[in-house]
């Protein structure tokens, strides 16, 4: 889940820190990333405000503590028996 689409949009009123360009920064997201970019200078930043990242590393770290260590080995049995 990411807050952007993959298409490239402007982000209206941002300016780029690195060539201080106005309105040249496009915000979209790749492989549920968010990045900003520059079309002037080529700028590329990932963006790190993701709410929905935290909350699940959040989840996993407390469901990991909860639970003993049996439901960990238990998910890892060896698939390779299936595809052949
Ligand atoms: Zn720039």
Request: negative net charge; charged residues 35%.
């Amino acid at each position: 889940m990411s807050n952007y689409s993959t298409v490239k949009r402007f982000l209206a009123g941002a300016v780029c820190p690195r060539c201080e360009a106005g309105d040249a920064i496009v915000v979209y997201s790749r492989d549920e990333r968010d990045f900003r970019e520059c079309v002037e200078c080529g700028f590329l930043d990932e963006m790190h405000f993701a709410p929905q990242a935290r909350e699940l590393d959040t989840r996993v770290s407390e469901a990991e503590a909860d639970s003993s260590d049996e439901q960990v080995v238990k998910i890892m049995p060896f698939p390779t028996d299936r595809s052949r």
